[in-house]
């Protein structure tokens, strides 16, 4: 078979094998007993300390979250004394990827080790076990991730990870639409959706909304100026189908051009900021009229330049939440023939610098924010790579308290759950967190965990540390 014809099947081919996985619904686990954890701060995105509170969990529900003279424990509660602590709504980390590894072994289009880890093998065991991400996550205060482009597998398995208590909440974007027709694939199963005619976008939207996929989302990279007319028209078909079918538009889109095409096609979100040149007051008009979110991914191109200089990223954020077999990997300095030359690496410094930047204008302007790390590539961990992007967003301008809003409720928003999460309100979901310092003072503090709450269910941050 053509290698098009190939792509333009793969919508059909992916859905008959997701179809019937998502069909069945795991077993929810018991809902844990009662919980009240007391005498903690109660911190909430975008309003005012609630010293000496008590927040109530109840059949993996919020009951109540308030000063103590206002929110009574339950008879037969549980009870956590969080004294000198600060409770909060879980964080969230809108740009993941469970299709990839943090290292080069789930991309070698960066750096090809594919005879020592074979590809196929190294998707298979990110397929069947996602537990080392899920512990690395919880146990860096992360309760819920938006994974925005990986295999179809990543569709049942957010269905899963909702009904799990040890692994944070997930929605998936599944599969990519992608402008270019990109190799990073297996032969059966595919994760880049070549965008190559109007009907494999629409085959394509069609068969990602019967996946269950919570969005689409177009990889709009660059393409020869010969070629750009006809997919930015591509890009409007998807925008059009996404609309029909009820599913937002998301969008990778690095270049300011690329991105107001994304916005005019009715982007809802910008999975990573503009970095090639500052954002103009027509973008910001177009990210108004779509009341779009940004979400920056400050720090995943320091990760790739960590992994091929041969630093751990360590240097740049804790790494005791990460399983050995990734820290291993991040730890272990790349051979000289898989480096780059040094002006290629020279020149990914400017990128975070140019993003910032833009960040600031974005900020300046009113535009949301949602925190995101793009967790999956080379050097960028699940879980604690959290901290390295907050504290750049930090670095970047906006306060600590705008920080902590975008990794909260900003970031529920960007993956359309505002409604459930985001804050500890009644009825709102029973994720949350508690710190040994207020991050929304300074955002290092996000360091702090102490106690993880997953749908109801306490765990200390060492009982999440990876097993020896």
């Not at 003279?69 to 740009?95: F, K, N």
């Not at 077999?325 to 300095?333: A, D, F, G, K, W």
């Not at 970031?411 to 009825?427: H, I, Q, T, V």
Request: proline share 8%; net charge neutral.
């Amino acid at each position: 078979m053509p290698r098009r014809l190939a792509y333009l099947s793969l919508a059909p081919i992916a859905a008959v094998a997701v179809m019937a996985a998502i069909r069945t619904t795991p077993a929810p686990n018991p809902a844990p007993p009662a919980l009240a954890i007391v005498h903690a701060t109660l911190i909430n995105p975008n309003a005012a300390p609630v010293p000496d509170a008590v927040v109530v969990f109840q059949a993996g529900r919020v009951t109540c979250a308030g000063a103590r003279t206002s929110c009574a424990v339950p008879q037969g509660a549980a009870t956590r004394d969080a004294t000198g602590g600060y409770i909060t709504p879980g964080l969230i980390d809108a740009h993941v990827h469970y299709s990839q590894t943090a290292w080069i072994d789930g991309r070698p289009d960066a750096g090809d080790v594919r005879a020592r880890f074979p590809y196929d093998s190294v998707v298979a065991s990110l397929r069947d076990h996602p537990e080392r991400f899920d512990r690395a996550y919880l146990c860096s205060g992360v309760t819920s991730v938006f994974d925005v482009g990986g295999y179809p597998w990543s569709l049942p398995m957010a269905r899963r990870h909702e009904e799990t208590l040890t692994a944070p909440r997930m929605v998936a974007a599944g599969p990519l639409l992608a402008t270019v027709d990109f190799w990073l694939n297996l032969p059966f199963e595919r994760q880049f959706v070549f965008m190559g005619s109007d009907s494999a976008v629409r085959t394509g939207v069609s068969a990602l909304a019967r996946m269950g996929a919570s969005a689409i989302k177009v990889w709009y990279i660059q393409v020869p100026d010969s070629l750009q007319a006809t997919m930015r028209h591509r890009l409007m078909v998807a925008g059009e189908e996404a609309r029909r079918v009820g599913l937002p538009l998301i969008v990778h889109a690095t270049e300011l051009a690329r991105a107001k095409e994304a916005l005019a096609a009715g982007a809802r979100v910008l999975v990573h900021n503009v970095d090639d040149v500052p954002v103009d007051s027509e973008f910001i008009a177009l990210a108004r009229k779509n009341d779009a979110i940004v979400i920056p991914t400050l720090v995943v191109v320091t990760g790739y330049e960590d992994v091929f200089r041969g630093r751990s990223p360590g240097l740049r954020y804790p790494l005791d939440c990460v399983d050995k077999i990734t820290r291993s990997h991040l730890e272990s300095p790349l051979p000289d023939n898989l480096r780059p030359p040094a002006a290629r690496l020279d020149r990914l410094k400017s990128v975070p610098v140019r993003s910032a930047h833009n960040l600031a204008l974005l900020v300046a302007a009113h535009i949301p924010i949602a925190m995101g790390t793009d967790a999956g590539n080379p050097g960028t961990a699940a879980g604690p790579s959290v901290y390295a992007e907050m504290e750049a967003m930090q670095a970047a301008g906006m306060s600590a308290k705008a920080v902590f809003a975008s990794a909260t409720m900003g970031s529920a928003r960007a993956m359309g759950r505002d409604r459930e999460l985001g804050s500890l309100e009644p009825n709102k979901l029973a994720d949350a967190v508690v710190f040994d310092a207020d991050p929304s003072a300074d955002i290092a503090n996000a360091r702090k965990v102490r106690l993880v709450v997953r749908g109801g269910a306490v765990y200390t941050r060492e009982e999440l540390l990876p097993q020896p």
